[in-house]
């Protein structure tokens, strides 16, 4: 009887001489040499599901803010984080087996060490963003998902937070931690109804301007803005850069990385002076603020400044509430933060700070530790998680007065409008928006909450980037020996000055922060540092 698994890999066979590894955000490399990783993961993603007794997992095929050439694919657990790290090791393993016998050998390899019965039902649930090789390695991805017997459910074009969103859904439908309606309108209903009564009749003053990085989030936003008040009850939106009918635009000159990497507005950009603007990436899980002044200067309101914002005002709602001798709020950030914004947090809003390692799956972590745990990486990936405990505290608190009630219910639509499943831009942004609403503020006020550190970014291309070893968060290199001894030696040299140098997991390369009191300094830090690296 023929082999359906070796089948499968045999008519999408491995380029040779490719080592592919499931990075901080899955696979991703150039979309022409991932056929077999795409029907590999349909494959895993089979066996993850059956490993845990049917529940749906969920394959997002996309590369978030890489160029449109690129593609990738991520792996979703049932209530939307990220692939467990043991099931990355077998993923990684998998996408390097040789042969289609190697493939269907390996994948019952791993039915075995986990007990996983072949024959139980498996479901599998697939979105994607707008690329052009999407709906090749769609088909490359069912490919594999039939084979293993699997149920796929396409949902065709979604953002990656959508595609976690119906995840959660699927699997905690019919129980009561059911988290909505696993369809697009189920997704815009309920955030825009938390949205509704978050705002509890506040004003938003002036327009938001929402550049999509010609990616999925444009047409996913148009949509979305259906949902939400007419405009003079809510907020205006206007949609900019969101064509995704011309896929080669992706992420081009436009989206949050082009914001936040340039520090400057994408050149398409025609907004006025104190108008509110903001860029989400090609996937939309990243978010970023920013406007011109009067005098037409440039300022970022990055993720920095979407977790202090955040976290300042659900800090005034606890307290507001009668929660805060229950309720412990924190921030999470890594070695990336201004560390004025940190500063800020700790000296100003009286909190505490977590620092992790990269990518989202440790803040998530350090987070999930907190009553709430609000984290956000300086590029704009983030989201506030609320422990179980909290959510019982909080329905069941009792409010003393008529203010009490105000902030409870301000908090528990807040809650609602967070999407738990993870960092979603469209999210943040409606939770933004609730912030200043409630503050009064415009981006000026918002920015004068304290005033960042300049810094510098560099990209070192160095031989070796796995020589680079680090501790304390990414904070110091253990490896090569000798050099972080240097690095400090440059540190004291200037004013407020903090630096540091990690290898990429993303890019082969080494990249150097540097902050410091003056642009000058910082940039004289990094091009130091730099040069201790190469
Ligand atoms: C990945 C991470 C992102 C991180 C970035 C760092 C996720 C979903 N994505 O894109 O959070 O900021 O890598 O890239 O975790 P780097 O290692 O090249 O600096
Ligand atoms: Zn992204």
Redesign the pocket.
Known sequence: MADPIAEVAKKHPAPEGIVYAY???GFRTKAEVLDSVMARCGLIAALRSRALGGKSIGVMITA?HNPPEDNGV?LVEPLGN?LAEEWEVLSTEMANKATPEDVSAFYREIAERFNIKLSTPAHVVIGRDTRASGARLLSCVLDGVKAAGAEPKDYGFLTTPQLHYMVRCLNTQDTSDAYGTPTEPGYYEKFSEAFKRALGGKKISGSLTVDCANGVGGPKLTELVKYLPPKDQGLEIFVVNDNVIKPESLNVECGADFVKTNQRAPPSSKSGPNDRCCSLDGDA?RLVYYFKDSNNMFHLLDGDRIATLVASFLGDLVRHSGLSDILKLGVVQ?AYANGAATNYVEQNLKLTVDCTP????HLHHAAAKLDIGVYF?A?G?GTVIFSAATLEAIAKHEPRSPAQKESLDVLKACIDLINQSVGDALSDMLLVEVVLAHKNWGPQEWLATYNDLPNRLLKVVVSDRNQFKTTDAERKLVKPDGIQKQIDAEVQKVRQGRSFA??????DAV?VYAEAATRAEADDLARKVAEIVK
């Open positions: 990075g901080t955000a978030s991520k990220m899980d890594t990269t990518g989202v799956k990486e590029n990936h990690r290898a990429s997991g993303t890019e990249r």
